[in-house]
């Protein structure tokens, strides 16, 4: 399975450049707390793509009625909807659509399986470095390129359950 979405692959892309860079930019710098603050922006950078991204899977979505009016008060209505993207908020939300699309992405992605808890992961370190600061980073760039592949297939099947 795979991104058709030319927006998201974009996003994706930027993503994926950014761990290598940052993993070239690190390895230049042994010994520092490099890695782990680009290891933190990273994750930051990552949470914000899935935001918007989910957020633009929904819009495709309400946008195929054909009806502008009924897509622009989905857009409204969804708008920072997926700040912080966790399980159930998506489920939820697509279950307002058709609860099959719910069933069918709980199926796939039950609450505690891997890509979920990467899911989780992203939003904790997220939320610990803009409430806690960043005193104590032990992340590393392997760490978010991880969490980043795992959380990819989120975005592919709400593409094919949103189409």
């Known amino acids: 399975m795979t991104i058709n979405n030319s927006e998201l692959i974009s996003k994706l892309n930027d993503i994926a450049t950014l761990i290598q860079d940052s993993k070239s930019w690190a390895a230049k710098q042994p010994g520092t707390s490099l890695d ?40 409204l209505n969804l708008d920072h909807s997926f700040q ?7 489920r939820d939300v697509l279950a307002m659509f058709n609860p099959d699309f719910a069933r069918a992405f709980e199926a796939k992605f039950p609450p505690n399986c891997s890509e979920m808890t990467a899911l989780r992961d992203i939003n904790t370190i997220k939320q610990n470095v803009a409430h806690l600061g960043a005193y104590d980073l032990k992340l590393t760039i392997i760490d978010v390129e991880n969490y980043f592949n795992r959380v990819i297939p989120i975005l592919e099947s709400l593409e094919v359950i949103l189409t």
Request: net charge neutral.
């Open 36 to 75: 782990a603050h680009l290891a933190t922006y990273i994750d930051v950078c990552i949470l914000g793509v899935l935001e918007e991204s989910i957020e633009l899977l929904f819009r495709e979505r309400a946008s195929k009625s054909g009806d502008t009016c009924t897509a622009n008060y989905i857009r």
């Open 84 to 90: 912080n993207p966790k399980f159930g908020r998506i």
